[in-house]
């Protein structure tokens, strides 16, 4: 019995179909009704390519991805092969933050309700776990992954001429001037271009490895990280300087072991070109940027050295003497609510009702440059908890899945290389509570929480299968 050839419209659908699998795989997490995927897809993409550039349209994107994402969990995601998705740790977490920010509320109400806010918010905790959504429309699957980092990739080198000033804003950041691409303010868009350049850098073996039109990829490579790493100067932003300067070094420890474990007879070659390359890489930069860097530096040398001295009332109003005066105020605020916080609005608390900062301070300025003093300023230690809890449950598991090899080295790498640099940077500017650094969670989170989902159900699979 002969089997009937397929018709040539047929071939062709089935064409398109395999075509557009190099692209976008399906979802392997869980099975759910066609229409679910085909809108929070293209919207997911909207958004991580427009979501840092633009406003309005990236914004209804978002939600309407996040929206559909959690349809297909909560309708969808029941166990498979022992493991569910709806009992995930990560899902717990979740849950948790909703009691943290209740617990907080609540108590605001009982020690100070003339402050409190009239109505219960969770936003700024649970905007943390958007990852969550981004990992079920992402399916599980490596490459839609990858898609979705070089979609929102491409959307940051286009930026300068999306949102702000493109050549000429460039030709000023060369000049000297602080240049933010229209990206928030310089902050922000130092955090965005460290955390492209990383990715860069943790992918590098995977991108540059020998294929077809291998030449045309490495040159783009190249311009893309040489790009993000000017972008980062430019930004003139210290805090990220400082924190691309741990993560690089987590990434060239990383690529010193890889190297002498496949080289180990040649590693004083390696350890020679190493040094080499990072050398001239470091005179290249200072040649062509190092006044801006050492100009910006300089600029708090007098903070610096009335904090020395102790003299903290006299300090200017430059960036480091502002963050001085609202830190040391936070303080005193933290020591009087430590458990649970003064509320959600514990940090506009400060600058609304102290009696010690400047007001010039109190006018200008309502967050405090500090992810963790505001975290605990409004959720107490109960918040930081939280956090903490999220960074090493997602942490723990890549390094565990990373030794079943369920998940690549690369993955990891750039997983821990930006959580040493987030958490860094985090140190100097209230990225948890913005729009850009909720951004960035979604999107590295969930492309790595799709990846442990899937690691998880491959292991359960390979364990009732012996």
């Given amino acids: 019995m002969t089997t009937p050839s397929s018709s040539p419209?047929?071939?062709d659908r089935l064409s398109h179909r395999v075509d557009l699998q190099r692209w976008w795989q399906p979802n392997r997490l869980l099975?759910?009704?066609a229409w679910l995927p085909a809108l929070g897809v293209p919207a997911l993409l909207v958004y991580v390519f427009f979501g840092i550039s633009l406003d309005s349209v990236p914004d209804k994107a978002g939600q309407l991805a996040?929206?559909?994402?959690?349809?297909?969990?909560a309708i969808y995601g029941r166990p498979v092969d022992g493991v569910s998705l709806r009992r995930s740790g990560i899902l717990w977490l979740a849950i948790a933050a909703i009691v943290v920010a209740l617990i907080s509320w609540g108590c605001s109400w009982l020690t100070h309700p003339h402050w409190a806010e009239s109505s219960f918010k969770v936003h700024r905790l649970t905007n943390w776990f958007a990852m969550i959504p981004v990992a079920i429309l992402l399916g599980g699957q490596v490459k839609n992954t990858y898609t979705i980092w070089l979609v929102a990739l491409c959307g940051l080198l286009l930026s300068p001429w999306i949102s702000g000033g493109g050549w000429q804003e460039w030709q000023q950041g060369f000049a000297g001037v602080r240049v933010d691409f229209g990206?928030?303010?310089?902050?922000?868009?130092?955090?965005?271009?460290?955390?492209?350049a990383l990715g860069l850098l943790a992918f590098a073996p995977d991108i540059l490895r020998t294929r077809r039109g291998c030449w045309i990829i490495r040159a783009g490579w190249l311009l893309a990280l040489a790009t993000c790493i000017t972008a980062v100067v430019l930004t003139q932003t210290r805090g990220g300087w400082v924190g691309m300067l741990f993560a690089l070094v987590v990434i060239a420890c990383a690529g010193i072991v890889t190297l002498r474990k496949h080289f180990h007879s040649h590693r004083r070659y390696i350890a020679a070109a190493t040094m080499a390359t990072c050398g001239a890489a470091l005179?290249?930069?200072y040649l062509s940027l190092g006044d801006i860097v050492s100009n910006r530096l300089d600029a708090e040398r007098q903070t610096i050295t009335l904090v020395q001295q102790g003299e903290l009332e006299n300090l200017p109003f430059t960036s480091t003497g502002v963050r001085i005066r609202t830190w040391t105020e936070a303080l005193q605020w933290i020591a009087q609510r430590p458990l649970?916080?003064?509320?959600?609005?514990?940090?506009?608390l400060i600058f609304d009702h102290s009696e010690n900062l400047p007001a010039a301070i109190k006018q200008n300025f309502g967050h405090l440059h500090n992810s963790y003093l505001d975290l605990v300023v409004n959720f107490g230690l109960l918040g930081l908890l939280l956090l903490g809890a999220l960074v090493f449950w997602l942490l723990h598991r890549s390094l565990r899945y990373y030794r079943a090899g369920l998940?690549?080295?690369?993955?990891?790498?750039?997983?821990?290389?930006?959580?040493?640099?987030?958490?860094?940077?985090?140190?100097?500017?209230?990225?948890?509570?913005?729009?850009?650094?909720?951004?960035?969670?979604?999107?590295?989170?969930g492309g790595l929480l799709t990846q442990l989902w899937a690691a998880k159900r491959q292991q359960a699979t390979t364990t009732?299968?012996?």
Wanted: proline share 0%; aromatic share 14%; glycine share 14%.
């Fill in 9 to 11: 419209a047929e071939h």
């Fill in 31 to 33: 099975q759910s009704r």
């Fill in 66 to 73: 996040l929206l559909c994402g959690l349809l297909m969990l």
């Fill in 183 to 196: 990206l928030h303010n310089a902050q922000h868009t130092a955090m965005l271009f460290g955390t492209g």
């Fill in 283 to 285: 005179l290249a930069g």
């Fill in 340 to 348: 649970v916080g003064w509320g959600g609005n514990g940090r506009s």
């Fill in 407 to 445: 998940i690549s080295g690369s993955t990891l790498l750039f997983s821990v290389s930006f959580a040493v640099f987030f958490g860094v940077i985090n140190l100097f500017e209230s990225y948890l509570f913005y729009d850009s650094g909720r951004f960035v969670m979604a999107l590295v989170g």
């Fill in 464 to 466: 009732q299968h012996l």
